[in-house]
């Protein structure tokens, strides 16, 4: 807004020609800001006693209003509030005077008085009248901005008193659009992408107000590949506690009912740290689940959402599901550990290849990654809102040969892949509503995305999103034999409560 109002400034500076209409509707304009958005522009000023003010003589104003003569009362004080630094390091443009009465008046407050005195502030000469003092070179302007400049020079530049009332976040990097040093890159995040709740206060956002998802009973999130459920009555250790059923992997790169197993499990918040504000706190998202073996290779292959030919190929083993965001503990940055571990078992898979000499078949059993998150958002509206994982992960693939009876007669490891991670997500976000988003992950030579719309909304907690997800092939390289070619599946999301 300061940019907005010096711009103005300017061009009045700059183009006292133009037509006295023209001129008189900027002024009001300006003067309209001064007063609506004072608290929001950072103004400085300086109070000055009423009575090194009395020899001052009568000062004009326009509009018809009589000649404003400066008091000399103990009871009352000036406000000389100006922009500072306008052309160069030791200008500024006075704007406007306020007259202060109170019982006792004084300087460390001009709103209201201290100790709950009554005080009265009164714009004594505007905007209007302080440009039409300038612009006909009256002797009174150059005594007033004299003044105002010889009390300015009594504090250092960075403890001039200032109207603003919001603390700027001078910690805030802004070198590649806005980061927050706080959770409130992550929480904006994981509200719009998450299957899960979080805790969250009551805003309101042009008049458009966000309906507290805490207040519901329950929350859902539904589609073809995953299902999320929470209730109240589950928040026995925090705020935020859910269970999560899912066909989806996060290491291989599978399309969702292509790993031949379903995961299920249960989802709750750890505060790690004295503070309960979410925005402050550093806390544990922390996911304790189960994989179990489904065969739902015709499934994957065979229903109207997946448009894949291939049959999955790897087996993967009955195991225990470790999935743990931090958020920052101890101050350090965002980081994610996965983890999926079970036992060697090869009896009865699911997927088998025969030769004429015996059967195999491809199992994995064991998938990790750990990743670093980095958020960030384009401008200060936050209307596009990134977010980058970097990190590595790696799983096993183990081959198994069966004899004629199906027993297992020897196993060995295939393959050890550990490779880098890297993924970009990028969600639209006009008027603080979610409206669309993506991911972009790379990872083993292979590129697996999602794009999301949202395509119908009863209310803010109450929506429809259209998905897809696509898997490539593989890059620069041969598949290797337990992979698939890739492939695209579509689904409906519904969210209630989130």
């Known amino acids: 807004m300061i940019k907005y109002l010096t711009g103005l400034l300017f061009a009045l500076l700059l183009t006292q020609n133009i037509f006295p209409q023209e001129m008189a509707d900027y002024l009001e304009k300006i003067d309209l800001k001064l007063k609506r958005d004072k608290n929001y522009l950072n103004l400085n000023y300086v109070l ?8 001052l003589n009568e000062v004009p104003r326009v509009d018809h209003k009589e ?61 209007k009248d302080i440009m039409s003092l300038k612009w006909k070179k009256d002797a009174l302007y150059d005594s007033l901005y004299a003044h105002v400049k010889s009390a300015a020079r009594n504090f250092a530049s960075d403890e001039l008193p200032t109207l603003l009332g919001i603390k700027p976040d001078n910690e805030i990097n802004t070198s590649f659009g806005i980061s927050a040093r706080d959770n409130e890159d992550y929480l904006s995040y994981a509200k719009i992408n998450s299957i899960h709740y979080y805790p969250e206060n009551k805003t309101v956002t042009k008049g458009r107000r966000e309906e507290a998802g805490g207040s519901l009973p329950f929350k859902i999130d539904a589609s073809f590949s995953t299902l999320s459920f929470a209730h109240e009555k589950m928040n026995f250790m925090s705020e935020g506690s859910s269970f999560e059923v899912s066909t ?56 109207f959402f997946i448009s894949s030919s291939e049959k999955p190929v790897l087996n993967v083993g009955n195991s225990i599901i470790l999935d743990f965001n931090f958020v920052r503990p101890f101050s350090l940055p965002f980081f994610n550990v996965y983890l999926s571990l079970g036992q060697k078992k090869y009896n009865d898979p699911y997927v088998s290849f025969s030769t004429a000499q015996d059967r195999y078949a491809y199992f994995s059993f064991m998938q990790t990654e750990f990743t670093m998150s980095f ?113 695209v599946m579509f689904q409906i999301r519904y969210r209630y409560g989130l």
């Open 48 to 55: 000055t006693k009423s009575d090194l003010l009395a020899g």
């Open 67 to 127: 000649a404003f003569k400066f008091k000399s009362a103990g009871n009352v004080q000036y406000m000389f509030v100006f922009l500072n630094r306008v052309d160069n390091e030791d200008s500024l443009q006075l704007l406007y005077i306020n007259e202060i009465n109170s019982d006792t008046a004084s300087s460390k407050s001009f709103f209201g008085a201290l100790n709950g005195e009554k005080t009265d502030t009164v714009c004594v000469l505007n905007f």
């Open 248 to 303: 989806a992997d996060n290491v291989l790169n599978f399309l969702p009912w292509q790993s031949l197993s379903f995961k299920g499990g249960f989802r709750t918040l750890f505060n790690l740290s004295s503070s309960r504000d979410v925005k402050e706190a550093a806390y544990l998202d922390a996911k304790f689940m189960g994989r179990f073996r489904l065969n739902t290779s015709r499934f994957s292959t065979g229903s």
């Open 375 to 487: 958020y960030w958002n384009a401008s200060d509206k936050k209307i596009g809102r990134f977010k980058m994982d970097l990190g590595a992960a790696y799983f096993d693939v183990w081959t198994a040969h069966y004899d004629s009876l199906g027993h297992n007669t020897k196993s060995f490891l295939q393959s050890s892949i550990f490779n880098p991670v890297v993924s970009l997500s990028y969600n639209f976000v006009p008027n603080n509503n979610p409206l669309l988003g993506g991911n972009v992950r790379f990872f083993d030579s292979r590129i697996k995305a999602l794009f999301w719309l949202k395509i119908l909304e009863f209310s803010p907690i109450n929506t429809f999103r259209f998905e897809t997800i696509y898997l490539s092939g593989p890059i620069a390289r041969s598949n290797r034999v337990w992979e698939t070619g890739g492939g």
